[in-house]
């Protein structure tokens, strides 16, 4: 069919459907908004609600929030203080989106204090959007990034010599293994923007990577309609593209709670076994609405300075 006849039709079945995509955002001077995974999103926002205030912009922002994350030696699930694979080897993954479609993503990470950094050099200075591993780290190295000694926190250390003893892999719901940042960040203009960053899950295999740093998997910005991102087990996001599932149900009149809700409710379809583990989604329209849903009681976020838990499919 030709483009333009074929491109007629959708839209024609769209509205026969009910189903018109969203305008652009109206207001322009709105409160600005950041929300983020789980209680360490407290710090995170007030960084990027920081950046925002004083003039920097949405992208800055969402780096500057999960870069205290990063930072944190007392995370046990983000930055280089994270629970390692089952080798005993902490791995890092991060990925930043803006709202206008530019993208970057880094993982399977050694030694990289600020993944998300390295992330958004990946969007700023490559015509990439994704590097991994020895190649990644060269990359950063090369564009002036120290590459530190890949020691285990001492925490970190003993949690893994205790399951080494048993090698039981089973994913926690909500503990340590669940708690990755993801934060998007909307600025009064209704630019939007969301990074994501992660060790990701404990004990997994050497060189395995989750959703945290897949565009479209653990996160998707679109400023013509908003943003999501999720926690959780990784394999079941990525298996749903739970991320593009929400922004796409708000794209086509669904609120951000709806949106949320669907994303989980497609992890449930597909999962028999979704009763066993966690996954926590956050989303967010370009007018400045939330929403928030989980799949087990127990996730929490932060908006703005305020924490909440989200309600969950799992009652
Ligand atoms: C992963 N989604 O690697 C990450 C783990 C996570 O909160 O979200 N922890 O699968």
């Not at 333009?4 to 207001?27: C, I, K, Q």
């Not at 679109?222 to 599932?245: F, K, N, P, Q, Y």
């Not at 951000?256 to 926590?280: D, L, M, S, T, Y």
Request: with cysteine; hydrophobic share 40%; aromatic share 6%.
């Amino acid at each position: 069919m030709h483009r333009r006849s074929f491109l007629a039709t959708s839209v024609g079945v769209a509205a026969l459907a009910g189903e018109l995509p969203r305008a652009l955002a109206a207001a322009d001077d709105a409160e600005p908004l950041v929300i983020s995974t789980w209680d360490h999103g407290i710090a995170a926002n007030a960084a990027a609600l920081k950046t925002l205030a004083s003039g920097g912009s949405v992208v800055d922002a969402v780096e500057h929030g999960v870069m205290v994350t990063e930072a944190d030696p007392t995370n046990l699930s983000v930055g280089l203080s994270g629970l390692p694979d089952r080798d005993g080897v902490v791995t890092l993954d991060a990925c930043i989106m803006a709202g206008d479609g530019r993208a970057g993503s880094a993982c399977f990470l050694q030694g990289i204090k600020h993944p998300i950094s390295l992330a958004r050099m990946v969007m700023d200075k490559t015509p990439h959007v994704m590097i991994v591993g020895a190649g990644a780290e060269r990359f950063a190295r090369e564009n002036g990034m120290k590459q530190l000694p890949n020691d285990l926190s001492e925490a970190a250390r003993k949690a893994w010599q205790q399951w080494v003893k048993e090698k039981n892999y089973k994913p926690v719901i909500n503990i340590e293994n669940h708690d990755t940042i993801g934060l998007l960040a909307r600025d009064s203009r209704g630019r939007m923007a969301g990074a994501c960053t992660t060790s990701g899950l404990a004990y997994k295999i050497h060189g395995r990577v989750g959703d945290s740093p897949i565009i479209g998997a653990g996160l998707f910005v679109d400023d013509e309609v908003g943003g999501a991102t999720c926690t959780g087990l990784g394999e079941s996001v990525i298996r749903t593209g739970a991320s593009t599932v929400a922004v796409e149900r708000m794209r086509y009149g669904a609120t951000p709670q709806e949106a949320c809700e669907e994303a989980i409710r497609r992890i449930v379809k597909k999962h028999a076994n979704w009763k066993e583990f966690q996954v926590g989604i956050l989303a967010v329209d370009n007018n400045g609405r939330h929403g928030a849903y989980a799949l087990q009681k127990g996730f929490t976020y932060a908006l703005n300075n305020e924490l909440k838990t989200a309600e969950a499919y799992g009652g």
